[in-house]
C-alpha cells in the first residue's frame, strides 16, 4: 500500500502540472533523492521521495474483535495507522548551459504548482478521486499536510540524505491504513447468558 499510495500521489501531481504547464509529460518522478553519483533525481524534474514513515498513535484502533458476516466473531490484530513523510524536491540545475538562473526559476514554479495543488485539495479518497481506488482498492483515505522544519532540523536531514540541498517542500501524509486479513481465532459469538440455571445450581 506504501507503494501505490505513493505512486498515486505522482500521478496525481503529474497529472496537475500537465494541465498547468500545457505538455502531455512527465514532471516528477518516484525516485531516491540521492545515491551514489549525486542527485538521483532526474534532471529538470521534480522528485517524491520516502523519507520517514511512522505508526500514527493517537488514533489507534484498539478493537480486535469483529463479527463477520455469518454472525461469527473473528479475532484480529488491530488495523494499522501510518504517516508518510514525502519530500518534492525541484532538480533544476542544468550545467550545460553557462546561465543556470532560468533553470532555477523554472523549478520554483513547477515545485510552486505543487504546493497549490494541496493547497486546493489536500484530502483524497475514493468519493472525490475515483482514481485513487483503482490505483489500490485498499486505499480509503490520505491527508496531506504541509509538514515545517527550522534550519537546523533542515541541515541536519539533507545532512542525512547526502547530497546538497535542492528547492523542496515536506509533506506528511496521514492516515495510511494496514490490516492483513489473517485470524487469531474465530468463535460464534455470545448471545445470551443463563443466569437462572446458574442460581438452580447454588
Known sequence: ???????????????????KNGLDENKIFLTHVSDESGVAIPDKSLGLSLVNIEEEKIFKEQNTAFINANG?????NPELK????????????NKD????????????KQLSYVISLFQSKNVFTNDNTPAM????PNIKKLILELYSYSFEQMYNF?????????????????????????????????????????TKEL
Open 1 to 19: 500500500m506504501i507503494h501505490s499510495s505513493l505512486r498515486f500521489l505522482t500521478r496525481t501531481i503529474n497529472d496537475y502540472l500537465s494541465m
Open 72 to 76: 461469527s466473531v473473528e479475532y484480529r
Open 82 to 93: 501510518l504517516n508518510l513523510y514525502v519530500l518534492i524536491s525541484a532538480n533544476y540545475q
Open 97 to 108: 548551459i553557462d546561465d543556470p538562473s532560468d533553470d532555477y526559476y523554472e523549478g520554483l
Open 133 to 136: 481506488a483503482s490505483e489500490d
Open 158 to 198: 539533507w545532512s542525512v540524505l547526502g547530497t546538497k540541498y535542492l528547492p523542496s517542500v515536506l509533506y506528511k501524509v496521514r492516515l495510511l491504513k494496514i490490516q492483513e486479513e489473517e485470524l487469531i481465532s474465530d468463535a460464534l459469538p455470545i448471545e445470551e447468558i443463563d443466569l437462572l440455571s446458574k
